[in-house]
Nanobody, 129 residues
Framework: QVQLVESGGGLVQAGGSLRLSCAAS????????KGWFRQAPGKEREFVAS????????YYADSVKGRFTISRDNAKNTVYLQMNSLKAEDTAVYYCAASSRHSGSNYYVPTLRGSYDYWGQGTQVTVSS
């Protein structure tokens, strides 16, 4: 059984930083593309960032570009989201996800929810202004 478990969420003041982690357990899928999405109350779940299976490529939503960094440690089967210069509008539940398509690719960085097969349970990030 594949499991993705997020951690690192919490309450932070605007301008602060948080680092989210997503650890995978069960089936080995360290070479799958990984992504982070977020969902604010009353809004659709939206793409934040993704990283290719090899870690060679990343892609970001315009709203977080320059502030957030996605990275991965395949040896630990973990993906991270470093969030700096946080704003009140970053408040949301953050979800990590994994895509089994194009496993190990250096270029595949999916942005659509439908491209992902596995999802974590989410972690709350609250930014106070």
């Amino acid at each position: 059984q594949v499991q993705l478990v997020e951690s690192g969420g919490g309450l932070v003041q605007a301008g602060g930083s948080l680092r989210l982690s997503c650890a995978a357990s069960g089936r080995t899928f360290s070479r799958y593309a990984k992504g982070w999405f977020r969902q604010a109350p009353g809004k659709e779940r939206e793409f934040v960032a993704s990283v290719s299976g090899s870690g060679g490529s990343t892609y970001y939503a315009d709203s977080v570009k320059g502030r957030f960094t996605i990275s991965r440690d395949n040896a630990k089967n973990t993906v991270y989201l470093q969030m700096n210069s946080l704003k009140a509008e970053d408040t949301a539940v953050y979800y990590c996800a994994a895509s089994s398509r194009h496993s190990g690719s250096n270029y595949y960085v999916p942005t659509l929810r439908g491209s992902y097969d596995y999802w974590g349970q989410g972690t709350q990030v609250t930014v106070s202004s």
